[in-house]
């Protein structure tokens, strides 16, 4: 079984209204890292001044960029015959879904969230946003925020729920 830890940025937060602007893939087998992938996407929309922000993604940065019909089939072929895994799984998945409906193509994965795994595996970590379960676990994230180093991040913090008793790998 592989699993595809995807992370996306965002113009805002809803998948039907917005776009994409950065999307990173890290695919693993549960243990180790098999490929990884990642783009900053052309969202052909303004990013708002709270999200470039956050992410540090500047309108600019994305002018040049693919858009995400550029990149549809790569995106495709990554999330191919895999499990999607992200933290805060809805999110993410509806944006990729959101965005090939929009080219006119009907597509869905399988789909597991870390937040929810963390919740059932590490009830006494407290807060489980990405940044807070990775900092109490040790996983370091130079790059929060940004799609490739979430992923990142979050295939780490895959891996590490993965050994534990009761956990996917078990």
């Avoid at 937060?13 to 052309?42: F, P, Q, Y």
Wanted: hydrophobic residues 40%; charged residues 20%.
């Amino acid at each position: 079984m592989k699993y595809a830890v995807v992370d996306i940025e965002t113009t805002g937060g809803s998948a039907k209204s917005r776009g994409i602007t950065e999307i990173g893939i890290v695919v693993t087998d549960g243990t180790r890292e098999l490929d990884r992938w990642s783009s900053l996407i052309n969202p052909f929309e303004h990013i708002p001044p709270r999200i470039e922000a956050l992410t540090g993604i500047s309108n600019e940065m994305v002018e040049d960029a693919p858009g995400f019909e550029d990149v549809a089939d790569t995106v495709a072929e990554m999330l191919a015959d895999c499990v999607f895994v992200a933290h805060n799984v809805g999110f993410d998945y509806a944006f990729i879904r959101g965005h090939f409906e929009a080219l006119g193509t009907s597509w869905s994965r399988p789909k597991l969230c870390t937040v929810r795994l963390s919740r059932k595996l590490l009830p006494n970590v407290g807060s489980f946003s990405l940044g807070s379960v990775c900092d109490r676990l040790g996983i370091s994230n130079a790059a929060r925020h940004r799609a490739m180093g979430d992923a990142f991040a979050t295939a780490q913090l895959f891996h590490h729920l993965w050994s534990l008793p009761h956990g996917p790998g078990t």
